[in-house]
């Protein structure tokens, strides 16, 4: 009886009072969690396709920059949803809130339909833009037809637990991702490798298993939404599509739709970029991804929490406790991005080893770990900031900062220190450092001038 009672508390507890940092890593955990099973499941993945050779990590690599550049537009859009759903929650208007929800299924499933009908009929075409050899080509486009073919429940899983951890439920949330990613781990070797009755589908497995985890999870957020078992109840019971209510979403989520497609996209480039210096270059590169995602999963949870809490307070009429909020946020993501740097430092060979053991792909991909390290400790004002400043629904000056950074900074750097200096293939990854460096001194500025307080949703 206890825990029952203590679970509904958690569906009804007002984060806008007692203590912050309480309320932040209460709030945030569960989504730390979350996001640390979702890169479980992508670098098991990788464990099992680094099996298949450097060609299939390399290629997989590069498709999965197009899954990333995409869930960056949905998680973007997905932005307008979590900050109203917050603003309205806090503001103890539970209707509005499920109205926003409603309108955001919508959305959701208009933009998964598209995303599954262009990747995959343009995988071919988009994959030959890299330059690529015909074997990490060939690669890429088995992965990303299957991986896009099942994006629609990708999309409605995105959406409800978005709104779920928005409302103030993130638990759920993760209960529903611990079982899917489950799911994903034990399937994917038998599908990668040929296991049991399974056929071998190589880096198709991969994809595969992915796409079954997201289905499983979609059908039980579903679920949860429309039976009212989280904070927020789903239902279609005299539903009227709202284009004026779409619209505000829209709009709030359009700049950080901008602002994660331009920075995939700058990966992209990036990607292309690190294409001539060879396979070896790229596979490296691609490790070393999928390792700086995994430590900056704590930072992003926090950062996400905070933006919940930015959100909730500012509709609660408090501004200066949404203030204290995102520098509390900043200061635990600081120390968490120092230890992660000193594990980067001291044991980045195993760290490698954890995905390929080829000696010459061990080296350069444990040297770009440790010039990466340099720049952990600005992640924590980047995330740490710019989700606070998003969940206040104040979403254009992080486009213009990412958009600044990306082309002035980042892509310019990762060309030209290569060219004319003896960095070589390094300065790409000291470009990305100093990338981090003017990020993180421009997220501290805007949000010292307080504008995003006054933002209305």
């Known amino acids: 009886m206890r825990i029952v009672e203590r679970g509904q508390a958690a569906l009804v507890r007002d984060w806008t009072r007692g203590s912050i940092i309480g309320n932040l890593l209460s709030l945030s955990w569960p989504i730390v969690v979350h996001n640390a099973l979702y890169m479980v499941g992508q670098t098991v993945d990788m464990i099992w396709v680094g099996k298949l050779g450097a060609s299939a ?85 088995a992965y990303m037809r299957v991986m896009f073919g099942g994006w629609v429940f990708y999309s409605l899983w995105l959406m409800a637990f978005t709104v779920m951890q928005a409302s103030g439920d993130a638990v759920t949330p993760m209960k529903i991702h611990i079982f899917t990613r489950s799911a994903q781990v034990l399937l994917s070797p038998f599908l990668v490798f040929g296991w049991w009755l399974f056929p071998r589908l190589g880096v198709s497995g991969a994809a595969l298993g992915m796409i079954t ?57 990036l990607m292309w970029v690190m294409a001539p210096f060879g396979t070896l270059a790229v596979a490296a590169h691609t490790l070393n991804q999928r390792v700086e995602m995994m430590a900056f999963m704590p930072s992003v949870g926090l950062g996400m929490g905070a933006g919940v809490l930015v959100g909730q307070n500012l509709g609660a009429r408090q501004p200066q406790r ?50 990466a390290a340099a720049g952990y400790l600005m992640n924590g004002f980047i995330t740490g900031l710019q989700n606070s400043i998003s969940g206040a629904g104040d979403t254009l000056p992080p486009m213009v900062i990412s958009l600044v950074t990306t082309w002035l900074v980042l892509l310019p750097l990762a060309f030209l220190l290569p060219q004319f200096t003896n960095l070589g293939l390094y300065g790409v990854r000291w470009a990305m450092v100093i990338n981090l460096v003017i990020g993180a001194a421009a997220y501290i500025i805007y949000f010292r001038l307080e504008r995003w307080k006054r933002k209305r949703v």
Not at 260 to 268: E, I, Y
């Open 57 to 141: 990590v390399a290629g997989v690599g590069v498709a999965f920059i197009i899954h990333m550049l995409v869930l960056a537009a949905k998680m973007g859009l997905a932005t307008g949803a979590r900050a109203m759903v917050a603003r309205f929650v806090g503001a103890s208007d539970t209707e509005t809130a499920n109205h926003v929800v409603r309108q955001a299924f919508i959305v959701s499933v208009v933009f998964g339909v598209i995303v599954t009908i262009l990747g995959i009929f343009l995988a071919e075409r988009i994959l030959g833009l890299f330059g690529l050899k015909a074997d990490v080509t060939a690669q890429g486009i």
């Open 213 to 269: 985890g997201q289905a499983f999870g979609m059908a039980i957020s579903l679920w949860i939404l429309f039976t009212g078992r989280s904070r927020l109840r789903l239902t279609f019971r005299g539903f009227r599509l709202d284009p004026g209510m779409i619209w505000r979403m829209v709009k709030i989520g359009l700049p950080a739709c901008v602002m994660g497609m331009q920075g995939n996209f700058g990966q992209m480039v």
């Open 322 to 371: 949404a203030e204290r909020t995102g520098w509390l946020a900043v200061g635990v993501v600081e120390a968490i991005m120092l230890a992660c740097a000193a594990v980067v430092l001291l044991w980045a060979e195993n760290i490698v080893c954890l995905f390929n053991n080829e000696p010459e792909l061990v080296v350069l991909a444990s040297l770009f770990l440790r010039i």
